[in-house]
């Protein structure tokens, strides 16, 4: 099991700056996930119920000279602290940076060993960051797990697969801080958020308890997927009956998640997301939000970078 | 349900709001602790939120008519009814953007006695709510403030220096004494207990903080502190900013009435600062009032 690499400049801006910082907030522990044309950072696809998020990244986008190999189809994934990486990232950044000009070319190496930590008997993994600055060069090591076993990355792959379901309408969101400043301030009302996307273009959010009714409608939002005219005679309705309307003609979904899971996958704004667009998955399984970005100064989609979140839905029942 | 969303009637009121912040800050200066029941009252003139506490502590909230953008009033009488302050606060707080002035609409009743609100300002994004509303407890007890003599007992302190006097006055002890002398002018605080502070405002020597004074007669009277805490430590910071003065009357019996000046004013109209004397526009002004019950005490120094 062999990996190793150089992080490109670019590669290291978009960690350090935006996707490092997002994913942060997502989880302190993420999987990374490595093939032989992708780096993939995965939360709770294995474990939990809590926000699945999916960064996935062409090796080109991060890295130069990335070399792989493992028994396992040159597979490997592990648990890492993202934390740790970020720091890591960024002091490398540092030393890079004393020729200058920023980091230059192939001065930031990053590859899996294995090492005797002090006071310790058996051998532990780690992913270690080489740094060639100008006077200096610098080793840091962040602990990994033990790379997961054939079985857990033929898991990880298939919920992976699982998790690239779209759903079959999408609905932009053109201002995701407006949303989030919504969302921050909305929930001290309530936990449990009733979230429907309607295929006219509706996303139609709301917080209902016995004491208060809490809700935003935003209205003609661009279409990805399927699409319908609203019907006329809905335009003088409130914003409730509309999306209650809406569902009853099969034109909207509606789930419910949790506020703080819905909130926590607004931070992926961080890594400064050019779009981001809203759909439920068929049947209802979950609510997916996928962020889009963009080839820097065009408005063509940047294929090689991909993040989206998939956030549980609630069992309505409970 | 139904499509036909007609009200049989016009609602006791329907009124619109351009400075929603302005109304959050008002009632947050009233919200002294997490589940807090209030009694709003509707009439022509405005809109009152009372709020109140063990019979010792009442607040009011005046928002009169003219902070409205519009104001449709057609009730009889006056209409009063409960809501949770808190989950009033949260809920108006989502409809006030950072950096921009929403307006938001306000209507009771809603066809289940419901306090709805929603924003009106974009056709395209709607924020709206509903809140359930209570039959509101009767008042427990009369505040009628009275005047305790012939002349006001009063004086008129900036917001921030009083708030701050209240504030370094926890650690003695659970109860203030406030003297009022008026030669020399002054007005005292002092706290009792695990030690003493005591705290003067000398009419003559702090002009700037203490700005008027009306004392014909020597009197004291003691308040809870944790009472006198909650009628200044929510005081939102545009009333600092704004550096406004805060007036404290004592009335008969030793009733303490304290107000605030909250500015409902839009973002972009407001003055970033307004000194005391310069013009402050009357009709863009919420008025607080709190009125704190005198500690029972036989050997309270009252040389009236």
Known sequence: MKFKAFLTENGVSLLEKRFLPALD???KICHLFLTR???IFLHNLLNGDGVQCIAQFRKEALFDDYRISSQNEDRIAFAIDISLLQRAVRSSVSICSEFGSGPSANCLQIKLVKKLPPNCTQPMPFLTFETKGYKSAVIQDVPISKPLSRAQVLELQTSLDMAQDLPQTLVQVPD????QNFVDRMKHVGDVLNVSVSKHGDLHLQISTTLITLGAEFRKLMVIGEQADAPPEDKNLSAQTRAERAVLRGDAQSVQVSVKHFSKSLQCHLAKPDCAFYGIAPQGACLTVIFQFFIPGTHQTDKSISLHCRLPVLDPGS | ??????????????????????????????????????????????????VEETSCLQAKVYLQRELFIRYEYHAEGRPRFGVSLGLFVDCLNTFSAPGRSSIIEIRYPGPDMQLLIKSVDSLDACIYAEIRTRIPDTISWDYNFEPAGSSPLSFTVKSAALKEAIDDLEWPGSSIKISLQPAPP????????????????MYYANTDLLIAFQCDHQISYRYKYKFLQAATSNLPSSVIRDNRGSKLTMGRGGMLKVQHLVSV???????????SAGYQQPSRIAYIEFFVKPEVNEDAANDS
């Open chain 2, 265 to 275: 004013a839009r973002p972009s109209t407001s003055h970033p600062h307004v000194d």
């Open chain 1, 37 to 39: 044309d992708h780096a």
């Open chain 2, 186 to 201: 002054c007005v005292t605080f002092k706290g009792e207990g695990h030690g003493d502070l005591q705290i003067d405002f």
């Open chain 1, 176 to 179: 995701l801080n407006q949303l």
């Open chain 2, 1 to 50: 349900m139904s499509s036909s969303a007609l009200e049989p009637a016009a609602p006791d009121l329907v009124c619109q709001m351009d400075n929603v912040q302005g109304m959050v800050d008002a009632f947050s200066a009233v919200r002294w602790k997490r589940h807090q029941d209030a009694v709003i009252e509707l009439s022509e003139h405005g809109v009152v939120l009372i």
């Open chain 1, 25 to 27: 907030k997502m989880g």
